[in-house]
């Protein structure tokens, strides 16, 4: 008998040995369970074929081809991504909504002899975990986290140290990673940025993964980062966080946006398309001026000038809305041992300490 679940949460997902989305590779793109890897039983353009089929012709010759394809993509997986695979194999399967799609690759998984599951549901249960979790009734309950925000003016190396701070023991979230932009106009890296739904699944998922009792360091970020928003409750619970301000002087926060933005630095289309994408408080002159700097290579001077026109008065605009930082971690520059010396700095700062009152948590 075909064992079924409806049981997603963490430890559960962990003791699968695979999860299989068999959906097409399109409706996998947008969202899935994180960690999940894409056996398409159809691929985008049978589904599109035998879907168009079912309503415009006849139902009977949807089901009989989409069942020709069905098994012919199932034995490419039992030869190609499955060959290896011992009898042990503990899979967990899921299609759309826990229908044919599942029902077939679950059918054939378990007469071979693989102890297979299939998902309740399908996709739209893990969908509405991650809704009720990120935007459900309780969700700012559920979202009490201990947030500690990083923050900083831009080139500080906020990112540099966030991704060294699990080296010291501390729980993060890299939300950048996660939406896959820097989080700023000229931010967009050369990965496409997720869909909402597929970011909204990596935070939740990286909230599943830690201890809510300890503090949590993420970086400073506006409600939107790129075209993807945070959740409101996250987000909620990010404006009353304490948080560690990182100080570094402006050359070297030149240098690193130098290095860290080369791409777009290197694309002058690109780069001018951002300039003109500025805030309308920036005169036209400036604009036109800053584009000239981007077409001859200008770019210190380009990048100096942005960071003293545009992102540090921005950065002071805000400050009457942050809390006071806890702890101000100043640096030289942004070398490889200046963050990991921020990293330590940080880690001390957010550290429960023996004192009454150590530590941004101790009451």
């Known amino acids: 008998m075909i064992r ?25 793109a947008q969202d899935h369970i994180p960690g999940a890897i894409n056996l398409p039983v159809l691929d985008d353009a049978q589904r599109a074929e035998v879907g168009t089929m079912f309503v415009q012709r006849s139902k009977f010759l949807a089901r009989r081809i989409g069942a020709a394809y069905v098994a012919h993509n199932i034995a490419g997986h039992l030869q190609a991504a499955l060959a290896d695979r011992d009898g042990y194999f503990r899979p967990l399967v899921y299609c759309w909504r826990g229908g044919q799609r599942s029902g077939a690759m679950v059918t ?10 299939r998902l309740e549901g399908g996709y739209q249960t893990w969908r509405r975990k991650v809704v009720a979790d990120l935007y459900g009734r309780d ?5 009490a986290l201990k947030l500690v925000l990083l923050d900083g003016y831009t080139g500080s190396g906020k990112t540099g140290i966030l991704q060294r701070l699990s080296q010291e023991g501390v729980q993060t979230i890299d939300l950048e990673a996660l ?77 690193l946006v130098l290095n860290d933005y080369q791409a777009i630095g290197a694309d002058v289309e690109a780069l001018e398309a951002a300039l003109r994408r500025l805030p309308r408080h920036h005169s036209r002159e400036a604009i036109a001026g800053w584009i000239t700097a981007a077409r001859e290579g200008r770019l210190a001077e380009l990048v100096t000038d942005l960071m003293l026109q545009h992102y540090d008065p921005a950065y002071r605009r805000g400050a009457n809305a942050r809390r006071p930082a806890l702890a101000t971690v100043a640096l030289n520059g942004t070398s490889e041992r200046d963050l990991s010396d921020g990293a330590t700095q940080v880690a001390r700062a957010v550290a429960p300490g023996p004192g009454p009152a150590q530590g941004p948590f101790q009451a």
Request: proline fraction near 8%; include cysteine; charged fraction near 20%.
């Open 4 to 28: 079924t679940t409806s049981d997603l949460g963490l430890a559960a997902r962990q003791g699968y040995d695979a999860i299989i989305d068999v959906r097409s590779p399109g409706e996998f």
């Open 108 to 117: 054939v998984m378990e007469q071979v002899g693989w102890p297979v599951t």
């Open 139 to 143: 969700a700012r309950a559920d979202m």
């Open 179 to 255: 939406a896959a932009h820097r989080g700023s106009l000229f931010g967009a890296t050369p990965v496409a940025q997720p869909g909402q739904k597929l970011f909204e699944s990596r935070i939740a998922e990286a909230l599943d993964c830690l201890d809510r009792t300890q503090p949590i360091v993420v970086e400073a970020e506006s409600s939107r980062i790129g075209n993807l928003t945070l959740p409101p409750a996250l987000w909620a619970a990010m404006k009353v966080a304490p948080r560690i301000e990182v100080t570094v002087p402006i050359e070297a926060r030149v240098a």
